[in-house]
Nanobody, 127 residues
Framework: QVQLVESGGGEVQAGDSLRLSCAVS????????MAWFRQAPGQERVAVAV????????YYDDSVKGRCTISSDNPKNTVYLQMHNLKAEDTGVYYC????????????????????WGQGTQVTVSS
């Protein structure tokens, strides 16, 4: 069973930066579409950034476009979400997700398209 472990969340001020990390337990699990989702209280889980397995395709939600970068480090089996100029509306639990099907160079924004999820890391931005 593949496990995803997020870290890097916290409480910050508006305008600050954070880098979230998602460590994948299985070192052979390197050719899969990965994503970061945000879930605010009372709201649905929304894809904020997605990266294809080859890393040549990315997607960003309009709410974070220009302020966030998703990247993958295959030797470290880790996916990152670098966030700059954080806003109060970025507040929520951030989940890492992985598609179980390898080598599909696709962008998936529907949470139903992912098979593995981390436990989430809280990001709170105070204005």
């Amino acid at each position: 069973q593949v496990q995803l472990v997020e870290s890097g969340g916290g409480e910050v001020q508006a305008g600050d930066s954070l880098r979230l990390s998602c460590a994948v337990s299985d070192r052979t699990f390197t050719a899969h579409t990965m994503a970061w989702f945000r879930q605010a209280p009372g709201q649905e889980r929304v894809a904020v950034a997605v990266i294809s397995w080859s890393a040549d395709r990315t997607y960003y939600d309009d709410s974070v476009k220009g302020r966030c970068t998703i990247s993958s480090d295959n030797p470290k089996n880790t996916v990152y979400l670098q966030m700059h100029n954080l806003k109060a509306e970025d507040t929520g639990v951030y989940y890492c997700a992985a598609d179980s099907r390898p080598r599909r160079n696709v962008i998936i924004t529907n949470p139903l398209g992912y098979d593995y999820w981390g436990q989430g890391t809280q990001v709170t931005v105070s204005s």
